[in-house]
Nanobody
């Protein structure tokens, strides 16, 4: 499975961005999709995950109520709608996929290349 993340950019605090992750290659069926992020100088951290049918979604406490993860299986895409962005959301955002739900990096076996999000104050 190859993953391609896009949609990052520069936005002012309080603004919104929508990230996309397109899957290609081997079948992505029945796989969980997730977003992680790596702030400058920090370790990569879990942001959100969604199951195949979309009825199970997990969020990091830091983004609950502001970010929404979704997916369109027909288009082989996952999305991360980010609202009320804060400067501390500045990071490189990565999409990943796994066969089971998890919040740890090593739960996921395929990763996209990352898209940079910068939130100015």
């Amino acid at each position: 499975v190859q993953l391609q993340a896009s949609g990052g950019g520069l936005v002012q605090a309080g603004g919104s961005l929508r990230l996309s992750c397109e899957a290609s290659g081997r079948s992505n069926s029945n796989r969980y999709m997730a977003w992680f992020r790596q702030p400058p100088g920090k370790e990569r951290e879990f942001v959100a995950a969604i199951n195949w049918s979309g009825d199970i979604r997990l969020y990091a406490d830091s983004v609950k109520g502001r970010f929404t993860i979704s997916r369109d299986n027909a288009k082989k895409q996952a999305y991360l709608q980010m609202n009320s962005l804060k400067p501390e959301d500045t990071a490189i955002y990565y999409c990943a996929t796994a066969r089971r739900l998890g919040q740890r990096l090593n739960d996921y076996d395929y990763w996209g290349q990352g898209t940079e999000v910068t939130v100015s104050s």
